[in-house]
């Protein structure tokens, strides 16, 4: 019950933390006050450190076992879910996330009228994966969310947990920070009631139809 308490709390503290960050995001560009948060550059930098990390062969060739350990697929197989991470990372590295986060200008009808869109973190955001993708299903969710500085919640598949556990352990080795992505290790039945108790604004769930049906 502990542990249940300490999510939901968490990811409640995490929602409010974002919409703040909304609200200033909102406010910069308004005032077009252009300025580098320690934020943004502490998140560019733990992504291209884990992009060169995953260049390593002997990391490459740890993540390609575990998975096989858990899955029944071919190296090749395997090792294509981690380059395709690598690339992912690769091509949202640095400068790329704030693009992720840029308003929309569209000239209005009348003369000096101008419409103004914008992107901001939603808050909590839960991820629940399968279990045939253990990396590059999730891994891929996850960092969108995290790159638009979401709160997340991570449910892999109950078998293959430990694959997206080190992967999350090896964004926080490059410095991502620690309270930004939880996880929990458990079976469905239990899920279901931090899900209930969390307030999720947006969930992404690959598995049966049966189950995206009840979320």
């Not at 290790?185 to 209930?196: D, S």
């Amino acid at each position: 019950m502990e542990s249940l308490c300490s999510i939901f709390l968490s990811q409640m503290q995490r929602s409010f933390e974002c919409m703040q960050i909304a609200y200033l995001n909102a406010q910069r560009v308004v005032f077009t006050i252009l300025q580098e948060t320690q934020r943004d550059i502490t998140f560019m930098e733990a992504y291209v450190k884990a992009a060169a990390l995953m260049h390593e062969k002997p990391v490459e060739d740890y993540f390609t076992k575990l998975i096989q350990r858990l899955v029944p697929k071919s190296d090749p197989q395997a090792r294509g879910e981690f380059k395709i991470v690598r690339t992912f990372l690769e091509n949202f590295a640095g400068d790329n996330i704030k693009y992720l986060a840029e308003s929309v200008e569209t000239p209005g009808d009348p003369d000096g009228q101008v419409g103004r869109s914008y992107r901001w973190p939603l808050g909590p955001v839960i991820v629940i994966s399968c279990f045939n993708f253990p990396l590059e299903i999730p891994a891929m969710q996850m960092l969108g969310a995290l790159f638009m500085g979401n709160k997340l919640l991570v449910k892999p598949d109950i078998k293959t947990t430990a694959v997206i556990e080190q992967f999350i352990r090896m964004l926080h080795y490059c410095g991502l920070p620690l309270t930004d992505c939880d996880m929990v290790h458990t079976n469905g039945a239990t899920f279901e009631n931090i899900y209930r108790m969390t307030d999720v604004r947006m969930t992404q769930f690959t598995g049966s139809s049966k189950v995206a049906v009840r979320l």
